[in-house]
Structure formats: C-alpha cells, structure tokens
C-alpha cells in the first residue's frame, strides 16, 4: 500500500441496510478524516479523528458512526442507510491536524 | 462559525492567466488551503496561507488578507491539464470547504 486507500471504490446499497467503508494509510499519518461531496454542496466534514483512539464530529455527523483503534485505519459505518446519504465518501489524512490533507480515491456510494 | 464563498465557473485560454477569489467568514482563522481536483478524482493540495501576502509555488500563487477575509489563487501559464474545480478550505482539523470554482481551460 502507498498512501491512503478507500474499498470499496463503489457501492449501490438498499435503504436500510448496514454499510461500512474502509480506510487504510501506510504514512503513519496521526489525523484523518471523512468528507462527503455532494453537487453543488461541496466537500463536507463527517468526523475526524486527530489521534488514534480519539474521533470527533464534523459538520454532517448525523446518520454515521467512526471509530479509530490504530493509526492506520478510519472506518465510516452507515447504520442504516438512507437515499440522502447517496454521494461520494473522500477519506483524507494528515501528519498532525493543521497540515495539508492526502485525500483517498473515493467511494461513490448509492443508496436506493 | 465558518462560511466559504467562491465563484462557480470560468472559461480560459490556454497561456492565459487566471484568478480565483475566496471569501472566508470565520470566528477564529487557522489557516486557508488551496487544493485541485480534477472530474472524477480525489482533491489534490496546492497551497496553504496562514499569514498575510503571497506565496508562489511554479505557476501557482496563492494570497491572502485575513483582515479582508479574502484569498486568491493565480494559475500562470494556463495549461490544459489545469481544467479542473478549485476549492478553497479555511481551519485547521475541521476544514471548512467552498463549492469550488471549475476552470475550463480551452485552446
């Protein structure tokens, strides 16, 4: 692995249904991060966490759930899903909070 | 709390120069990055300002003026692989992000 991966690359899920998405850095990065971006909304903050163990909520936090027990991993888990969290997920990471942001490929994820 | 307008689209020519604004409303500045993202693919970073005046990197520059909420980024010597969305991001962990701003670069 080199940097920052997301899985699954995309997904189309029926309303209701449990869903994680999965985040992995290799550059033992301490911060990272979930976005979601929406057309004509831009990217929004979901969660955070600056550390491992610790996590935070973003600006949308309603409806997800993260949690970090290593540095390397970020899951995003959907409890159950709605149509309105339909967009592409961009998990990003930084060496501390503060410094610039290596985002991930991206997961398009489709409720229905 | 933190509000972040950019203009939505522009239309240039290749060699040309091109400006992209960003007002910020915030109750205490950390910091404004600049990041490209090309259709379909993941932000990549440009810039960040944390002070006052310009820093140029190559072809880009990015300027900011906290007293005005204000920051720029400049593109030099347009390319066509600079046809892409800019997005200005005001914070420190909890990034708050305009809409961007989508360049299309014609020849």
């Known amino acids: 692995i080199a940097g920052i991966t997301q899985a699954p690359t995309s997904q189309i899920l029926a309303a209701g249904r449990r869903m994680t998405l999965r985040c992995t850095q290799d550059m033992r990065h301490n911060a990272m991060y979930w976005y979601r971006q929406d057309l004509g909304l831009g990217l929004r903050l979901i969660h955070y966490?600056?550390?491992?163990?610790?996590?935070g909520k973003g600006e949308v936090p309603d409806g997800y759930s993260v949690s970090r027990a290593n540095t390397d991993d970020f899951p995003l888990t959907l409890a159950s899903a709605v149509p309105s969290q339909t967009s592409v997920y961009f998990c990003?990471?930084?060496?501390?909070?503060?410094?610039?942001?290596?985002f991930g490929p991206g997961t398009r994820l489709t409720v229905l | 709390g933190q509000n972040i307008d950019q203009p939505t689209e522009m239309t240039a020519t290749e060699g040309a120069i091109v400006q992209i604004n960003c007002t910020y409303q915030?109750?205490?500045?950390?910091?404004l990055f600049w990041y490209q993202q090309h259709a379909g693919e993941a932000p990549t970073f440009l810039s960040y300002n944390v002070l006052d005046g310009l820093e140029e990197k190559g072809r880009f520059s990015s300027f900011l003026s906290r007293s005005k909420g204000y920051s720029y980024l400049l593109l030099k010597e347009l390319q066509m692989k600079d046809s892409a969305s800019y997005l200005c991001a005001e914070g420190n962990n909890r990034l708050a992000f305009g809409k961007g701003n989508q360049v299309v670069v014609i020849p």
């Open positions: 915030t109750s205490g500045f950390n910091g």
């Open positions: 990003a990471s930084s060496p501390t909070s503060g410094n610039e942001q290596f």
């Open positions: 966490s600056n550390t491992a163990g610790t996590t």
